[in-house]
């Protein structure tokens, strides 16, 4: 490494209060900040009540917006933003419940919640007692089962074009007028009448009458707008302490921490949420809850909590004090998770899946690279790497189809399928079946090798989903970078299997090229090295404030890297930590509208020429231009394919597009790449956050960098909020059970 050099930077027509137009290449410097307070968070996607939705579940397609003051009119359109969104995992879930039953047919389903003891088994006590019918039970929130829908029909080629997903069914008229009845005698506003309809169903009136907290239900509405409601439509009767209260804020936690990636929580944070939020009696709501069939219980083994399978059956069989190590330190009590039933199933049925691509394999001895020969003797491949490394695993894609077999290449984004080339299509395509094989007439793909790249991104309910459409025999590769920020809805799958380690797991070691590789790397490793950047491949741009880091970034897209750096403004891509705030996506989309196609915005808030993000489902992001408007919506040029945004879904579906956050950039590299650090973002800041940002750059990274030592220290510190999931133990018990 070398000290630091100057070099001249890419805004040289502009100086910046006396500053010279030269800026320090220190990689050490440069630094981006966290989007969200959570690396879980999902924008552009889920409604977090106070997080920055970073590309992941679509409530708000300004994703990431804070909670409104009120349940008003901007909770509805997240409400209905969400309900878009969950259309197509709906459909999906569909063609899901097809495979399970087939799966049913040869085995009993995974048993949750098995070896239970104490506060565990007095929670599944309780659970049971509402199977036995000894106990009245509730489907709290649950939405009826769609009827069966026929495998989809095979693709005749593939297919990139991105397709706005089917709306949900709406409500009838003399529905919502039923709901507006309710919510003005509570006091709600009564634009909340069509998401209420749409998520509650043909009773919604009747149910919301009888229960006003299941208003929770609706995304946007806070505990606070609930009880305001409660209060007004029951009087005397309403309380903190009240059981439906309390089952509805259970869930509430719940859905709340899936946006921040979890897909189970420990009893005592659900305890401990609800003594927040004024629950006399947190422990009898958890009970409640359970009861009421609101939430599920588990207590899964873990190296942290026992001693694995063999540590639960000494307990089960009363020889847990002989088997209990000596010592103060020693604690072998599990951990009780509560969850709800959509990711208990979603991650049993991925285990499941997986440990059967592991035993149904045929080995078979493949020569080649390492990533070859173990693809060929296993069912189940794990590939880490960076960007360079993303060649290996489509290399073995290359040689397993000339050895005969069906083989497909998915990635997470269009943005990755267009720089991986024709044979490669999107997950989202994968299982919607716009593109790739057809299915048989079972509901399975028609392959013998999937090859999945960025990996990390896969969400626990998309990697289910991906599985149970794999026959017997299949052979799973999974490929990404561990160091990127993890998926955007719930779930750690590809962190988990890797800390399984139930399957072969091989480490490129195939080094990024050029200064911004190797910034890259140390990042990864935990050092903010310096580089030398003779060709200015990367420059650090430093603020003073957030006013001043959006005009350096303006300068910065509009001129200095053209003109510098030779790639235009419509290639280079500004990354920033969040949607709000003085240097968020709103103020710096704003300000690069003005500057570089300047409008009064007819068309819904846009114009010809305007970048734009369009969130077709949740964790997707694709970026694009608007072509041209009419009387049926917006037209949309996404990654050289064409699409029609209806106009009755430009607002809810389309934000503008010149800076997003890293989470919606993830999966996506952009010639150029901005990414700006604004002072008041340094408390966001992790090492996953900025490795994933500085990494979008392919040729030029500018850092426009205002969060001074914070940078390095996140770095250095890599503080990253962990994720609780059950999918490890779940995988580690199956196949230990398959070896004994």
């Not at 579940?57 to 994703?63: C, F, G, I, S, Y």
């Amino acid at each position: 490494m070398t000290e630091p050099s100057r070099e001249t930077t890419p805004e040289a027509a502009e100086p910046v209060r006396g500053e010279n137009d030269e800026a320090v290449v220190e990689p050490a410097a440069a630094g981006p900040v966290a989007d969200e307070a959570t690396p879980a968070a999902v924008e552009g996607d889920a409604p977090p009540a106070d997080t920055d939705a970073d590309g992941g579940t679509p409530a708000d397609v300004e994703a990431g917006s804070e909670p409104a003051a009120d349940a008003g009119a901007e909770e509805a359109a997240k409400a209905a933003e969400l309900s878009e969104a969950q259309a197509e995992l709906e459909a999906q879930r569909e063609l899901r419940a097809r495979i399970e039953q087939r799966k049913a047919e040869k085995e009993a389903p995974i048993e949750a919640g098995t070896k239970l003891s104490g506060k565990a088994a007095d929670l599944l006590a309780a659970v049971r007692a509402v199977e036995s019918g000894t106990t009245p039970g509730t489907a709290f929130f649950e939405a009826p089962e769609p009827p069966p829908r026929p495998a989809p029909a095979p693709a005749s080629a593939p297919v990139t074009a991105v397709r706005p997903p089917a709306g949900p069914p709406t409500a009838g008229p003399a529905v919502q007028a039923a709901v507006r009845e309710v919510l003005a005698s509570g006091g709600a506003p009564e634009t909340l009448a069509g998401p209420v309809a749409t998520t509650l169903g043909e009773g919604a009136a009747q149910a919301l009458r009888e229960d006003p907290w299941r208003l929770l239900s609706v995304p946007g509405v806070q505990p606070e707008h609930a009880d305001g409601f409660a209060r007004a439509l029951l009087g005397p009767e309403c309380g903190p302490g009240d059981p439906r209260r309390a089952v509805a804020l259970v869930t509430w936690l719940l859905e709340r921490a899936a946006l921040k990636g979890h897909t189970a929580l420990e009893d005592s944070a659900v305890r401990s949420g609800l003594a927040k939020l004024s629950v006399p009696d947190p422990e009898e709501a958890v009970q409640q809850a359970v009861a009421e069939g609101a939430v599920l219980v588990f207590q899964e083994e873990t190296e942290e909590g026992a001693d694995g399978v063999e540590a639960a059956e000494t307990a089960e069989s009363g020889e847990e004090e002989a088997a209990r190590p000596e010592g103060p330190d020693t604690d072998l009590d599990v951990p009780v998770l509560l969850g709800l039933d959509r990711y208990a199933l979603a991650e049993e049925s991925l285990a499941d899946g997986l440990a059967r691509l592991v035993k149904t394999v045929a080995p078979d001895v493949w020569e080649g690279p390492e990533l070859v020969r173990a693809a060929g003797a296993h069912g189940l491949v794990l590939h880490t790497g960076g960007e360079a490394a993303r060649s290996e695993p489509v290399a073995l894609a290359e040689a397993a189809g000339e050895r005969g077999l069906r083989v497909a290449v998915a990635a997470h984004s269009e943005n990755g399928v267009r720089r991986l080339g024709a044979q490669a299509l999107t997950v989202a395509a994968l299982l919607s079946g716009a593109a790739g094989p057809g299915r048989d007439e079972e509901g399975a793909l028609d392959l013998d090798l999937l090859v999945v790249l960025d990996a990390p991104q896969l969400d626990v309910e998309s990697a289910a989903m991906l599985v149970e459409s794999l026959p017997d025999g299949c052979r799973l590769v999974l490929s990404g970078d561990p160091a990127v920020l993890g998926s955007a809805g719930a779930g750690r799958v590809f962190g988990d299997l890797l800390a399984a380690r139930v399957c072969p797991q091989i480490a490129s070691r195939v080094p990024d090229p050029g200064p911004i590789g190797e910034l890259v790397s140390g990042i990864g490793i935990g050092e903010l090295n310096q580089v030398e950047a003779p060709g200015k491949e990367v420059v650090i741009v430093p603020v003073r404030d957030a006013g001043e880091a959006v005009h350096r970034t303006v300068q910065l897209v509009a001129d200095s890297v053209p003109r510098a750096i030779g790639v235009p403004s419509e290639r280079t891509q500004v990354i920033t930590v969040g949607h709000g705030g003085s240097a968020g996506t709103r103020a710096l989309n704003a300000a690069l509208k003005q500057r570089l196609n300047p409008g009064p915005g007819r068309f819904g808030g846009f114009d010809p020429g305007d970048r734009v993000a369009y969130v077709p489902a949740p964790g997707r992001t694709v970026t694009g231009t608007v072509v041209s408007a009419d009387g049926e919506g917006l037209h949309v040029e996404c990654e050289g394919e064409k699409l029609l945004v209806p106009k009755e879904r430009v607002e809810a579906a389309l934000r503008h597009g010149w800076a997003l956050t890293a989470h919606q950039a993830a999966g996506m590299r952009w010639p150029a790449a901005v990414v700006v650090l604004p002072g008041d973002a340094a408390q966001g800041l992790s090492r996953a956050w900025v490795y994933t940002a500085f990494g979008r750059a392919e040729r030029h990274l500018s850092v426009v960098h205002g969060v001074d030592q914070a940078l390095p220290r996140a770095v250095a510190e890599g503080v990253l909020q962990d994720r609780t999931t059950r999918l490890r133990p779940l995988l580690e018990a199956l196949l230990a059970a398959a070896e004994d």
